[in-house]
């Protein structure tokens, strides 16, 4: 299994500040995605990237493949309340030879404090 | 709008008993999942299906088994549930292979 790293784990700001979670792998990947899942409910699709080097912007969330698709990263400017949750990365998992099947990061946590 | 709909949300079991979780979808998906969601692990595969009839294992399938006998419809079976099984279980589908998750909200199981 291609193994994906997620740091930090734990990440606690205020509100207003800015920070940057990160997404590493050892392997090569074709794509990877993001997902938010806030406390109760099933992860939701926030991104794809899909090109290394590609920057995606979603309003104050910016993602970025790197160059040789083995790390990604996500950045969030002047955080708010709501942006508080677990933020996964997944990434198609070819080990098995076949691409079946999504692997997961075990997630950042972000809580942002009022 | 249901999406994916997961039945039951709470259940405590006692070691050895046995349960199925249903997951259904409306959107005609081809895939569906089962995940379990551990602190500090993510979310695991358990066993996958690519469309009715069929089933296959993922990272984590020992003690579980599933079956897709409609389209929309996945269930997950514990036979013999054991204390390391407690766990929040995801089920997702997705319209194409590594495509979009959509996921429930979720089954918490305990087994004390």
């Known amino acids: 299994t291609q193994l994906l790293e997620q740091s930090p784990q734990f990440l606690s700001i205020q509100e207003g500040e800015n920070l940057t979670v990160y997404c590493n792998s050892s392997s090569v990947f074709s794509s990877l995605q993001w997902y938010r899942q806030e406390p109760g409910e099933g992860p939701v699709l926030l991104v794809t990237v899909v090109t290394g080097g590609e920057v995606k912007k979603l309003k104050r969330l910016t993602f970025q493949f790197g160059d040789a698709r083995k790390d990604s990263s996500l950045h969030i400017t002047a955080a708010q309340t709501g942006d508080t949750g677990l933020y996964l990365c997944a990434g198609p998992d070819f080990s098995s030879g076949s691409a079946r099947q999504l692997t997961f990061g075990s997630g950042t946590q972000l809580t942002v404090l009022p | ?112």
């Open chain 2, 1 to 112: 709008n249901a999406g994916v709909t997961q039945t039951p949300k709470f259940r405590v079991l006692k070691t050895g008993q046995s349960m199925t979780l249903l997951c259904a979808q409306d959107m005609n998906h081809e895939y569906m999942y089962w995940y379990r969601q551990d602190p500090g692990m993510g979310l695991r595969l358990i066993h996958y299906s690519v469309g009715e009839g069929t089933t296959a294992k993922g990272e984590v399938p020992d003690g579980y088994n599933v079956s897709r006998l409609k389209k929309q419809n996945f269930l997950l079976g514990l036979e013999s549930a054991a204390p390391s099984q407690t766990s929040v279980y995801f089920c997702a589908s997705s319209l194409y292979r590594t495509g979009e998750l959509f996921f429930g909200e979720g089954s918490r199981l305990t087994v004390l």
